[in-house]
């Protein structure tokens, strides 16, 4: 008899055993699932997220060069843009304004200390035409001249009325969601952000 007993308690401990064994191993099934999960769903909204934005915070030049902050833009306010081909300034309505959390936005920041934070793909003027972070991507916005600028580039920048070209000193990545918005205006000039003369809609 008691080797009876003997027999059904080990044969549970046995069971007990791999019962707790195949327990763990389900616990890392699922913990292993949900961390997949969690990464697909992260590649997935950053796949979705929409481009050529500027961070919250961006100044943009008014009429008489006042500035207004990017998201406190509304539709009917008057915008002073540049034209490229004339070399003019041109006073343009604001016809819509896009609110998105974009993720990897990045600072760049020239030798005056002028700074800007947008997205790779934002276009913003050089002496020899359009550049971003990412032209590949820029380009299928209809600016299929842009090409990569990188630290030691020069970028225009606007100051009391003059635009010069200054060399980007430090490009510095943000790799947490931040609110950006697109401007969209009555015509096709040039946004002064910030100093700098960027692309819109």
Not at 93 to 100: D, E, G, Y
Not at 128 to 147: D, F, I, L, Q, V
Not at 163 to 177: G, H, N, Q
Request: glycine share 4%.
């Amino acid at each position: 008899m008691r080797i009876l007993f003997l027999y059904l308690y080990l044969t549970i401990q046995n069971n007990l055993y791999r019962m707790k064994k195949i327990s763990f191993i389900l616990s890392l099934l699922m913990v292993f699932f949900m961390a997949s999960n969690s990464n697909a769903q992260t590649v997935q909204k950053e796949q979705n997220v929409p481009k050529r934005c500027l961070a919250k915070g961006s100044l943009i030049l008014l009429e008489g060069d006042k500035a207004k902050a990017v998201e406190a833009l509304e539709t009917g306010d008057v915008i002073k843009t540049y034209n490229p081909i004339s070399q003019q300034y041109v006073l343009r309505t604001v016809k819509n304004l896009h609110q998105i959390a974009s993720l990897k936005t990045f600072h760049v920041i020239l030798e005056n200390r002028a700074s800007i934070q947008l997205t790779a793909d934002h276009p913003i003027l050089s002496l020899s035409g359009w550049k971003s972070m990412r032209p590949s991507e820029t380009k299928k916005y209809g600016y299929t001249e842009a090409k990569a600028y990188d630290v030691g580039d020069e970028l225009l920048h606007y100051e009391k009325g003059e635009i010069t070209p200054l060399k980007v000193i430090k490009i510095i990545p943000e790799l947490e969601y931040y609110d950006t918005y697109i401007v969209e205006l009555d015509g096709d000039e040039v946004l002064i952000a910030n100093g700098f003369l960027v692309g819109q809609e």
